[in-house]
């Protein structure tokens, strides 16, 4: 099966998030064939999780890797790199970014709903670095075995959201992009759950915050945070 690709770029450390939304929608202005399935913002709500680690993230959305590569050769050859976030780009720009195989592991028929709607949601996001000894690709599978758990515990349904995907990062060579991720990416991991109202968003984040104090995903992440943001979509 071909998964989309993601191109999410992060706000660095007092980068705001206005600048972001221009990087991010500037790439809606590519040719057909280059230009991006579709374009969205999310921007933290500092109210549901103080001091959030990224004042917003963009996601742009990808047929396929070939998809993917058309559009950062077109970003080089316009000179449009320097906007966008091009791979080689880092945090002296203000952002990192990841590039990453979209999984969707639950409410593929709500989220279809929800990009056709297009109207703006709630969603709570993970980032994360994998746990000290495993490889890109150990992490990786364990990820996917452990999706709707944390540990052997499964999330239970108040708490599991509408819709849930996984974002594995594509592996690739040298760069840095602001640390240790898989291949020089920000993080390891990215996840997405999305959310039709604010209470049931607090559910889980209460929820995963008592689960995680156990230490039960201490064998497959290190370094963690959750962010809780307002998705628009741009495109």
Known sequence: MTRMIKRIAFTLAGAGSDGLRDRVAAG???????????????????????????????????????????????????????????????????????????????????????????????????????AAGLTPAEFSARWQNRAGKVGATPIPDVARGCAYVQNHPLL????????????????????EVWFDDAEALRTRIRWMDEALATGAEDDLVGAHSFVAVREEVLS
């Open 172 to 191: 690739r060579d040298g760069g840095g992009d602001g640390g240790g991720g898989s291949g020089g990416w920000l993080y390891d991991a990215v996840n």
């Open 28 to 130: 809606l202005g590519a040719p057909d064939g280059v230009r991006p399935v579709r374009v969205a913002l999310c921007v933290a709500l500092p109210e549901l999780i103080p001091d959030p680690v990224h004042d917003a993230i963009g996601i742009s959305w990808f047929a396929d890797g070939a998809h993917h590569r058309r559009f950062e050769e077109w970003m080089e050859a316009s000179g449009a790199g320097a906007s966008l976030g091009a791979t080689g780009s880092g945090p002296s720009a203000g952002f990192g970014l990841v590039v990453a195989e979209e999984h969707v592991g639950r409410g593929a028929d709500w989220l279809a709903a929800r990009w056709a709607d297009g109207g703006p949601r709630l969603k709570h996001m993970a980032v994360a670095r994998r």
